[in-house]
């Protein structure tokens, strides 16, 4: 292969979630990549916002967690989801979300270091290109792929630097196509995808009104306005909090064969105040935008030397908030990937086991979201709404709701079954973190998955299983509380081994040496490098004291062993070369 040929190792297109997560990652492992993107800087508008565990884990390893943190609404303000007939109006529903109710929230402290947090696309965006620059990532703004093509050895991006016009050809060993849902990578390319678009027709206002008065007593992230005289799933519409409790994004469903909905500053802000219910609160629209619902996903994530991230692969409704999350969970485990290859240090077909991996993630996440959707028909059902139903009559049906008749009692039951459904939506926990992963980069250990006790998509199980993600425990080392999930990631193998497992630990630095592989073992236990001083991990590692457990770079598990062997060397050696498809 000839060097001078290349202009990068990778080419990302779009610098969205997963493109700037994967330039970034690149960046950490030291690839030479160029990122493109066609708008002159980064997110313009709020639009994704829920930031689960798993990605906060992410940033974490990136190390921006804590700025994340310091822009974000905190977990404590994100909870109260509230369904009423207007901020100032009747109160009918609401529900502790996203693992902030006393029922969930131990769930969710449990299973990872992170919380979750609301941080808006504008303000997340920039965190993370400020970590991609931090590690001298190239990106390029202004930079639209106009065409691309591949062939054997490479990738050639035919790009146009938007502001002059100029024109010029990226050549590249691999590509991800980061570039979103309106990309035009996957379609020059022929990826096919399964699953129908445009589904409903949707608006997004963002705008600022101070609704303190309204939402203190209940701070939350969503509001959903359902006012008599209006059936449609989300209502008349729903305040998506911004910033605390000045700043919002009012969102809306309508149905073009109604016509073309009027998107005037007069006809929004009227929209605006008849959902806030007071006149009197100043409304200052920022910016109006239309988006579709689609329910759509790759058949293939790779295509040769192309791969598809983040809603380049998949798209689906806001519902259950894993669309940023997915994309920027696509980036951790293609990266590492990609730059292992580059290095010389696993072969081209590790880079199979992304589809492998990634596309039953994204198959879950694109299905459970459209649910999510259907699932909130019951909510208007159980409020009495009905198409065509005047006012009075929605007025009405709220009245027997809330009235002591038998009636009343039927419907409140049937309000409280279809809340209570709400919670695959919003305390999802199972799926927001229980993805296991099974693919040639995932070594078998002779066990099966140990089956869920609970209800998969509303529990996390927490399993050291070959492809589950590492169950988080808080070790001690010194005066610091460190998580197990601290000591897996930073772009390398972690082989975890009880006290009894030094000579893993022997093997580790033996195998990583002999490789010339990042990999490096580690001690957990009582005295050991890490204390396990609330035996937490003991309980969770299921594995015994003189076993070990190999992380991956992306912090799933690889493999594991339960007790000591004849010739640990040996053993790790032809596990590490199985996973990275050496032969
Ligand atoms: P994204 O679309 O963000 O980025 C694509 C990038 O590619 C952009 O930088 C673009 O400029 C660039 N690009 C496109 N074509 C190009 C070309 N030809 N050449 C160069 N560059 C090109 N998700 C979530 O996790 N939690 C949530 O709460 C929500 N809520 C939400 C609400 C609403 C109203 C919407 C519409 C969406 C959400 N989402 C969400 C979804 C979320 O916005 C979406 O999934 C992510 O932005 C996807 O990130 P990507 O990086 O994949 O694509």
Redesign the pocket.
Known sequence: MNTAEFDADVLV?????????ASALLAEHGTNAIT????AG??HS???????QR?MEVFRDLGIEDRVKELAVPNELMGNNVWATSFAGRELARLMTWGSGVDRKADYDRASPCSMC?IP?HVL?PVILEAARERDAAIRFD????EISQDENGVTGL?RRRSTGTEYAIRARYAIA????????AKQLGFEFDGEEGLGC?V?VWLEADLSRYTRHRPG?LYWICQPGNDYWVGSGTF?CVKPWTEW?M?YMYDPADGEPDLSEEAVTERAHAIIGDRDVAVRVKQV?Q?QINHLISREYRKGRVFL??????????A?????????Q?SYNLVWKIAAVLRGEAGEELLDTYHAERYPVGRQVVDRAMKSVQDMRPLSQAFGFAPGQSAEDGWRSLDELQSDTPAGRQRREALAEAVALQNYQFNAHGVELGQHYTSTAIVDDGTSLPPSRKDPELYHRPSTHPGSPIPHAWLQRGNRSVSTVDIAGGGRFALLAGIGGAPWIDAAKAVAEEMSIGLVGHSIGQGCEYDDLFGDWTRLREAGDRGCVLVRPDRHIAWRSHDLVADPVSALRSVVRQLLSLP
């Not at 709020?46 to 689960?52: G, M, S, V, W």
């Not at 930079?143 to 106009?146: D, P």
């Not at 991230?309 to 806001?318: K, N, T």
């Open positions: 297109i779009g610098a969205g979630p997963a493109g700037l997560t493109i993107t066609k708008h980064t997110a709020p639009r994704a916002h829920i930031t689960n990605t609301n696309q965006e930079t639209e792929l106009i790009v980061a570039d979103g849902g309106r990309g035009t990578t949707a997004n992230t998506i994004v969102l935008s988006w991230a983040g809603d380049a692969a998949h798209r689906h409704p806001p259950n908030g894993l669309g940023t999350n997915t994309s920027v696509d």
